[in-house]
């Protein structure tokens, strides 16, 4: 079994383990929902396509456009869209469309081609674990029906919490739809419904429901439902409906194995589509500002969960989109929240504007106030970016201080240097620059000292201080900067990450095909073969994780294809295996960099010559860097030593092979 993963999900396999022993689905199953489900038609039932060519083309379900450039392949069983990048197989569009688990994603698929799913016989511990898991769930979905039913059939709960709820305008299926509830001022109003039909006591306590001297922990509150991605209550807020001080003015639920705050994001289950639809989430603090929102038709909107917002909350809407709105409340507290929330976001790759609503409003009175047109052009008028935000919210204090000024200039550079992507930094850099009148230069200078110093401190963290100095990547250098480049770039001429990369786009096309009939050698291990010397002088990072991971599991016998990628734990190796995958006949232009290819096929049958010719290239223009480096070690030798000896000998015979590789390419060289 656990061969027959590993060559399904490689690396994956060990991310999805655990899931797919808790869901006991058997391998066999899994495997035929794989060979089984269609992406053409499983697709279809959300997208319109229509036929272009070999492809199926339709309007883009993951972000709004007007020009369709989304593409299904039935031949390699893929989607990809051109606009936004989204791209995989039929089991990653449910999980991305959805919001469904691997498991949660084979079980809709199975239902929908009528796979009767086989369950492996779990053991007694997992079946104990699996079995606590759903009766946590079902304690849960009874506390919430409970609630509801105290909110509009009990007459404290239409006199008390119903009365609040219109109070604040929700409308009735607004209150329906959040399956909104009520917990009356009495000691053990919910224990003993629980108690009585036979609840068990323990989950009660571990859910926080229940309190250790058998008194309901919710109490004369109004209680909103949280719910899990699939819609599953996991946990309940409730928030206090009394005027004293010393009750605090919001519970949560305690955590368990199914709640966790600091994972989870109020309204995410109501709001996902809209999100996607709009490519961007508006992000709020409370549970009232959310449903508001909904109400009001602006339906992109989640709240942190009674919690500071963490990383795993950013990286749940990063699942949907890049793009997030925070809103906060004018005081010190929300400005406070905005700026920690913003850095958050930004170290994330994601894209954030702040608005910060007039002083003594949040959201639900401000929309209330206004009205959704005006809440929605307040938005659009004072949606600022980070840069923008910082320098109004601290610029003022610094007009007449120089001091001042450093400190919001560093208060700032700070917050750039948490983007990880290059080009988004020196676009930020550029920015502030010309915002606050500061030499480009004096930022980048200032920004790459703090990145540097968080690699540093990162891997000493990790007792890896003595890594690889390579990894301390800084942001765009200015002109005179450049001129002083690393020794790596004196050697390396013009780049060769269009070789690089071409090689693995063979790799994953054509990888798992014959290159040789006779001795039964796939292109991947040829291509292994003839380049594999060389992968210390790949010039891309991204290109060299790429080729050791597959280097790795050809080792151990795994087939790497197109399939093997679809469904890899990285991310990025996902996305370029199916960008690679889709671009059409997306081979390197050979001719503007003087390389003619000598191949007359159309490119999906010509992989053996394209093989063969990019080796060759691959090995010339390697070899000169070889080369180029041997040279500089033969300058900085004692020329009367043994090792220079051996090195001038290495570096003739290396001399010859370039020339050997010349004459093959046509290449007269001095």
Known sequence: ????????????????????????????????????????????????????????????????EKTPSFTVSPAKNIYKCFGCGQGGGAVNFIMDHEGYSFPEAIRYLAKMYNI????????????AKSLK??????????????????LHNTQAGVNIGLSYFKERGFREKTIKDFELGFAPDEYANLTENALHKSYNKEFLLELGLSTQNGRDFFRNRVIFPIHNLSGKAIGFGGRALTNDKKTPKYLNSAESEIYNKRKSLYA??????????????????????VISLHQAGIQNVVASSGTALTDDQIKLIKRYTQNVVVIFDGDPAGINA??????LILAQNMYVKIVILPENHDPDSFLRASGPAAFLGFLEQNSNDFILFKSKLLGDKAKNDPVAK????????????????????????????????IDESVLISETNKLIKNEIKQRRFREGLEEGR???????????????????????????????????????????????????????????????????????????????????DQRKKKVTVDLKFFMNHSDESFRKFA?????????????????????????????????????????????????ISENLKRLKEIDPSSEDYIITLKIHQRLLEEKKELATVLNIVIS
């Open 406 to 437: 450093v400190r919001v200039l560093k208060d700032i550079v700070q917050t750039i240097s948490k983007v990880p992507d290059p080009l988004a930094r020196s676009t930020y850099i550029k920015e502030c620059s010309t915002i606050l009148q």
């Open 116 to 127: 009767d799913l086989e369950e492996t016989v779990p053991s007694p511990e997992e079946e």
């Open 133 to 150: 898991k759903d009766s946590l769930f079902i304690v849960n979905e009874f506390s919430k029906n409970h609630f509801i039913h105290n």
């Open 578 to 626: 199916i960008d690679e995958s889709t671009s059409m006949y997306n081979y390197a232009n050979w001719s503007e960099k003087g390389m003619e290819l000598q191949t007359q096929n159309m490119p999906d049958l010509n992989y053996k010559s394209e093989s063969d010719q990019l080796t060759v290239w691959f090995h010339y223009r390697k070899l000169d860097k070889i």
């Open 338 to 343: 905005a700026l920690r929330g913003m850095d």
């Open 469 to 551: 100095q390579n990894d301390l990547s800084v942001v765009v250098e200015p002109e005179q900067q450049k001129k002083a480049s690393s020794q790596k770039e004196q050697f390396t001429g013009d780049t060769d990450q269009h070789l690089e990369k071409q090689l693995l786009h063979l790799m994953i096309n054509y990888g798992d095909k014959l290159y040789d009939e006779t001795n039964e050698t796939y292109v991947v291990d040829f291509l292994l073969e003839k380049t594999a010397e060389f992968i210390p002088y790949f010039e891309s990072e991204f290109y060299t994780r790429l080729i050791i991971e597959i280097l």
């Open 268 to 289: 995410l289950y109501f709001a996902k589509t809209a999100i996607r639809k709009e490519d961007s989430c508006i992000l709020v603090e409370g549970y009232t500002d």
């Open 1 to 64: 079994m656990l061969l027959w993963l590993s060559k399904w999900f490689g690396p994956v396999f060990y991310l999805h383990l655990s899931i797919l022993l808790l869901f006991m689905i058997s391998r066999n199953s899994i495997d035929q929902v794989l060979e089984t489900a269609q992406t053409e038609e499983v697709v279809g039932n959300y997208v319109n396509l229509k036929r272009r060519g070999v492809n199926l083309i339709g309007l883009c379900p993951f972000h709004d």
